[in-house]
T-cell receptor, first 111, second 115 residues
Framework: SQQGEEDPQALSIQEGENATMNCSYKTSINNLQWYRQNSGRGLVHLIL?????REKHSGRLRVTLDTSKKSSSLLITASRAADTASYFC???????????FGKGTTLSVSS | GAVVSQHPSWVICKSGTSVKIECRSLDFQATTMFWYRQFPKQSLMLMATSNEGSKATYEQGVEKDKFLINHASLTLSTLTVTSAHPEDSSFYICSARDGRAHEQYFGPGTRLTVT
């Protein structure tokens, strides 16, 4: 089963523009994580935001969390062609053990 | 950071044969390992959770007799796809949970193609 739903499913932008991806989830969480996956490759952990945090930054990444709306957003500023990848949000399953992933947003950054 | 390896990175097999995929935690002990499957242009779907020394817990809809999981040690879990069929062709990703830090680390994935 999938916990999160990302939108948009696909996003195409030019280098230098900002990219915003949204994730909604269904159950209460302790934290929410964002991952990146280049085509056909493994996952790269980007950032974890705890349920008591509203915003977190890491380099060009900015993540927000609104637990009242059960939603999170990932903003990539000043995008680069190398940011082209699929981005997934993930939260823990009900047992609190495994990560359950959203459907993902495929980002394409053209130069 | 912690490293999880998978072997092989890709495999092609004939329909009806079995394939074993290994997942190893290289620098930490993983009390729990997870197996995911990812079809093209889709997200990761959790297949099963395995704890060292005990039987795996399978997600709904995943055939336990077809996807055999063994977690015999704190650093190794294996997934065997038995009697593979073309519809089993997928990207299989494992992850391992560090018993002490409770962090989850992902392997690089194994691309399985069944012809």
């Amino acid at each position: 089963s999938q916990q999160g739903e990302e939108d948009p499913q696909a996003l195409s932008i030019q280098e230098g523009e900002n990219a915003t991806m949204n994730c909604s989830y269904k159950t209460s969480i302790n934290n929410l994580q964002w991952y990146r996956q280049n085509s056909g490759r493994g996952l790269v952990h980007l950032i974890l935001i705890r349920s008591n945090e509203r915003e977190k930054h890491s380099g060009r990444l900015r993540v927000t969390l609104d637990t009242s709306k059960k939603s999170s957003s990932l903003l990539i500023t000043a995008s680069r062609a190398a940011d082209t990848a699929s981005y997934f949000c993930a939260t823990a399953n009900q047992a609190g053990t495994a990560l359950i992933f959203g459907k993902g947003t495929t980002l394409s950054v053209s130069s | 950071g912690a490293v999880v390896s998978q072997h092989p990175s890709w495999v092609i097999c004939k329909s009806g044969t079995s394939v074993k995929i290994e997942c190893r935690s290289l620098d930490f002990q993983a009390t729990t390992m997870f197996w995911y499957r990812q079809f093209p242009k889709q997200s990761l779907m959790l297949m099963a959770t395995s704890n060292e020394g005990s039987k795996a817990t399978y997600e709904q809809g995943v055939e336990k007799d077809k996807f055999l999981i063994n977690h015999a040690s704190l650093t190794l879990s294996t997934l065997t796809v038995t009697s593979a069929h073309p519809e089993d062709s997928s990207f299989y990703i494992c992850s391992a949970r560090d018993g002490r830090a409770h962090e989850q680390y992902f392997g690089p994935g194994t691309r399985l193609t069944v012809t």
